[in-house]
């Protein structure tokens, strides 16, 4: 099984500023299946990226993923307040993993 | 515009088995893959099954295998899942989720919609 690392756990960040978000995995996650979610409090989960660098429909575009491999990471430019919620990567290349997530909060 | 509602959840003893359902609306459901995921209260998410468009390949997570059960009825625009010998551990939202369709294998693909999700307890 394929295990995802996020870090930090927790990232305290202002308006305006930039949120670098970190996916490690244990193995090589084939052809970058890998995907980002983003979840606030008593929501379901939303897809934003998928294709490690492919933004979905509705995603505006100060969300941004890259890498390939092992190493994968979401970067949202300028946060603006509603961008505040726990983020999760998940690979889909063999089965579907989901890492532990990254909270993104308001400092 | 895509929904979906799912249904089914509560309170269970330990032993114990529940159906989840899951009404799907606002776009073909018999041309997409379906799937189950779970969140245990105040955790991360767990996929847990996922099963093909026409019904026909099903595949589970170990934490599940042999205890739950995939299905659907595209005539009902409808997921179910089959839940039996649940466990405390089992306790969590499940949600339903539809797969995206991309070019190459269709079960490679991230969930692009989501219910709202529907409570399951297990306790005695």
């Known amino acids: 099984e394929i295990v995802l690392t996020q870090s930090p756990g927790t990232l305290s960040l202002s308006p305006g500023e930039r949120a670098t978000l970190s996916c490690r995995a244990s193995q090589s996650v084939s052809s970058s299946y890998l995907a980002w979610y983003q979840q606030k409090p008593g929501q379901a989960p939303r897809l934003v990226i998928f294709?490690?660098?492919n933004r979905a429909t509705g995603i505006p575009d100060r969300f941004s993923g890259s890498g390939s491999g092992t190493d994968f990471t979401l970067t949202i430019s300028r946060l603006e307040p509603e961008d505040f919620a726990v983020y999760y990567c998940q690979q889909y290349g063999s089965s579907r993993t989901f890492g532990q997530g990254t909270k993104v909060e308001i400092k | 515009q895509v929904q979906l509602v799912e249904s089914g959840g509560g309170l269970v003893k330990p032993g114990g088995s529940l159906r989840l359902s899951c009404a799907a609306s606002?776009?073909?459901?018999?041309?997409?893959?379906m799937s189950w995921i779970r969140q245990a209260p105040g955790k991360g998410l767990e996929w847990v099954s996922y099963i093909s468009s026409s019904g026909r390949t099903t595949s589970y997570a170990d934490s599940v295998k042999g205890r739950f059960t995939i299905s659907r009825d595209n005539a009902k625009n409808s997921l179910y899942l089959q839940m039996s010998s649940l466990r405390a551990e089992d306790t969590a939202v499940y949600y339903c989720?539809?797969?995206?369709?991309?070019?190459?294998?269709?079960?490679?693909?991230?969930?692009?919609?989501w219910g709202q999700g529907t409570l399951v307890t297990v306790s005695s």
């Open positions: 989720a539809r797969y995206m369709i991309l070019p190459g294998d269709a079960y490679r693909a991230p969930s692009d919609y």
């Open positions: 606002g776009f073909t459901f018999s041309d997409y893959y």
């Open positions: 294709g490690a660098s």
